[in-house]
């Protein structure tokens, strides 16, 4: 009978640990972007939330206006990754600078954030995924690449987000081209970057971008 009662009350305790983490993750979140304008609950047994923070990208210091989302998820950082390698984090959340949350940003940001439990991998700072096609209308580019956040309220959600003592990787998601994939795996990584900076790369996802080579 008390075996029964304890497990009953480890069980019943599980839930409770899980929904205080997504409390705890949206509530640094909230801490720097406010509250979410659109929230996306995820019913999956492996619950990963995606919260859409309006925002506008042309700095207050300058004129003009450039208003977007930062979509941010919230879950899969609920467990580790497997096979994460060196001194790389064990945990990661993935944000995506967009126009919209249209479905297919939010089906592919989505997808992104299960693949490490479903493929048995990892990802961090410059890891990427090709696909067979583009996976978002308008865009020729068929290549996720992961970098980090350069806009202070991010890289501050970078350094303070943790779970269970592990600190979480912030991951910004990026569409590139098979020539910029090209030139990543033959020149490495800083090239590439250095190309972002020298043609001023969109902080907000543009489908219509065109191709740095």
């Not at 987000?161 to 990026?174: A, F, H, R």
Request: glycine letters at 6%; one cysteine or more.
């Amino acid at each position: 009978m008390f075996s029964r009662l304890a497990k009953l009350m480890s069980g019943s305790s599980e839930p409770s640990k899980a929904a205080d983490l997504y409390r705890h993750r949206l509530a640094i979140y909230e801490s720097e972007f406010g509250e979410p304008e659109h929230s996306f609950t995820d019913s999956a047994e492996r619950r990963i939330d995606l919260h859409a923070f309006g925002r506008d990208f042309v700095p207050v210091c300058q004129e003009g206006s450039d208003e977007g989302y930062v979509l941010l998820t919230n879950g899969m950082s609920q467990q580790r990754m497997p096979g994460v390698r060196g001194d790389a984090k064990l945990r990661a959340e993935l944000m995506w600078y967009v126009r919209e949350p249209t479905p297919d940003v939010r089906d592919n940001l989505h997808w992104l954030a299960n693949l490490p439990f479903l493929d048995t991998t990892w990802f961090g700072f410059g890891h990427r995924v090709a696909l067979p096609r583009p996976p978002v209308a308008g865009t020729d580019c068929q290549t996720f690449l992961f970098l980090t956040p350069i806009i202070g309220p991010d890289k501050q959600i970078a350094e303070t987000l943790e779970v269970e003592g592990d600190p979480v990787e912030i991951l910004t998601v990026n569409l590139i081209s098979d020539r910029e994939l090209a030139l990543i795996k033959s020149e490495g990584l800083d090239p590439f970057l250095d190309l972002l900076d020298d043609n001023d790369y969109p902080p907000i996802f543009d489908p219509a971008r065109k191709s740095y080579v």
